[in-house]
T-cell receptor, first 113, second 113 residues
């Protein structure tokens, strides 16, 4: 059963912010939200994760709503190299083996010149 | 720089052949994974291993086996390859715990003729 829903595709103009939404309405209190991306013909790459506070790193920002039922990944200044499939994943904190990283279809982001 | 490497980027085999896909990680991680990725289906977990000689079935283990004789190496075996095993195969490793992420290899695109 999918724990997250994402739009299948989005476009973004180069240099603008890309805002990728994710719904996780059944998220539990001990589940983290992870974001990965997969550039064509490569393995998925970790971007960021969070529990309930907003997070920022050198790649992106993660905004989680107060009720934690949805989140948004923000790429502040999208470049052509950000064209990829973006995956939103919820993972229970007690999953010590990592077997519950469940990757759905994701959102295909196209950054346009 | 952390690394997960896979033995081949592209592989072509014939129906009925025995196929070995090798994965090596240099991060001293306990946990390693094999996924397959097909269009529209996201990543599906085949097997994972949480220690040397230990393995657990994932969501789609049928037709596959695995071997983990050394901590850094996790092998996926197709005992008798079939055309429906044509896919992208991704290996990942994970150190464990609630705060960490999986690291992926570049993938092996296997074609079974």
């Amino acid at each position: 059963d999918a724990k997250t829903t994402q739009p299948p595709s989005m476009d973004c103009a180069e240099g603008r912010a890309a805002n990728l939404p994710c719904n996780h309405s059944t998220i539990s209190g001990n589940e983290y939200v992870y974001w990965y991306r997969q550039i064509h013909s490569q393995g998925p790459q970790y971007i960021i994760h969070g529990l309930k506070n907003n997070e920022t790193n050198e790649m992106a920002s993660l905004i989680i709503t107060e009720d934690r039922k949805s989140s948004t990944l923000i790429l502040p200044h999208a470049t052509l190299r950000d064209t990829a499939v973006y995956y939103c994943i919820v993972r229970v904190a007690g999953d010590n083996y990592g077997q519950n990283f469940v990757f759905g279809p994701g959102t295909r982001l196209s950054v346009l010149p | 720089d952390v690394k997960v490497t896979q033995s081949s980027r592209y592989l072509v085999k014939r129906t009925g052949e025995k196929v070995f896909l090798e994965c090596v990680q240099d991060m001293d991680h306990e946990n390693m994974f094999w996924y397959r990725q097909d269009p529209g289906l996201g990543l599906r977990l085949i097997y994972f291993s949480y220690d040397v000689k230990m393995k657990e079935k994932g969501d789609i283990p049928e037709g596959y086996s695995v071997s983990r004789e050394k901590k850094e190496r996790f092998s996926l075996i197709l005992e008798s390859a079939s055309t429906n095993q044509t896919s992208m195969y991704l290996c990942a490793s994970f150190s464990g715990g609630p705060y960490n992420e999986q690291f992926f290899g570049p993938g092996t695109r296997l074609t079974v003729l």
